[in-house]
């Protein structure tokens, strides 16, 4: 039995015991309620004193898995949560003699690439917005670290996530040419690779350098295509489509991300495609 630090247990990582009933989950968050299966510590995770006595109360561990999340949407808080507190962690830990399998959630948001291209683990990111661009910051920081992995997750649905479905009823137009591709993974997915990726790191099967891993499913897909299953599954009125001229046309994140190392380790998904999400019934994203 493995002891796995969760640093951040939200809608992700609190499904973990579902998937890793055998080990022991330890979680920190800013508030500490109950979660089944997962022992629960109250600690800032950007306040070093509060780190340090927290690191030394749950004492040794194997993993980490870092998906904590700032409180807003500022760029201040963005730069504490996902710089100033993954480093400040590994550098108690290193003072406490410990060094465990670091694993670390990112986002398919690092990639500039936006002419529908595909996208693949060793396509060099070069983030444009703030926000990505500490994203990236904050993933080069396992890197010295030496020991882990980076999951980049594409955008999550299922499970109660409804921006997509809600926009569509609102009356949202959607883009059909040129076409803008989305990349997703069912949130179970999701939780999944996470739990697979720390298996595999505990049975010591992992890469003694640091690897990158897309969490996005088989099928990146224009929007239209999403939007009209969407609408003949819950029986919509169909949605206005247009075709954009050169200054309405959607740019933003429009990539195709590929899963090929994911796939290669042995991962398999219970939803392969949006379409095996969707028709499970699943309110989606």
Known sequence: MARILLLGCGQLTSQLPNFLSEHELIGIRRSSPDLPGIELHQCDLTAPEEVEA??????????????????????????????????????????????????????????????????????????????????????????????????????????????????????????????????????????????????????????????????????????HEVAQFLTNLHQLPAPVFFEATEGDIIGSQNKRVANRKLIEEGFTFRYPTFRHGFAARQEID
């Open 54 to 223: 927290t690191l030394k109360a749950i004492g040794q561990i194997d993993a980490v898995v870092y998906t904590a999340t700032p409180s807003s949407r500022s760029e201040s808080e963005y730069r504490k949560m996902y710089c100033c507190a993954p480093e400040l962690v590994m550098m108690k830990l290193e003072a406490l003699g410990q060094k465990p399998y670091w694993l670390h959630v990112s986002s398919t948001g690092v990639f500039r690439h936006n002419a529908g291209e595909w996208v693949h683990e060793d396509t060099q990111p070069a983030p444009e917005t703030v926000i990505s661009k500490i994203l990236y910051e904050s993933e080069a920081l396992v890197e010295p670290y030496g020991k882990g992995a980076i999951l980049r997750l594409a955008g999550l649905y299922g499970q109660g996530r409804t921006y997509l479905l809600n926009s569509i009823k609102a009356g949202r137009q959607i883009q059909t040419t040129p076409w803008s591709y989305t990349n997703r993974i069912h949130r179970e997915d999701a939780v999944r690779a996470i739990a697979f990726l720390l298996e595999r790191a505990l049975a010591n099967k992992a890469s003694s350098e640091v690897e990158i891993f897309h969490g996005v499913d088989h099928d990146p897909a224009p929007l």
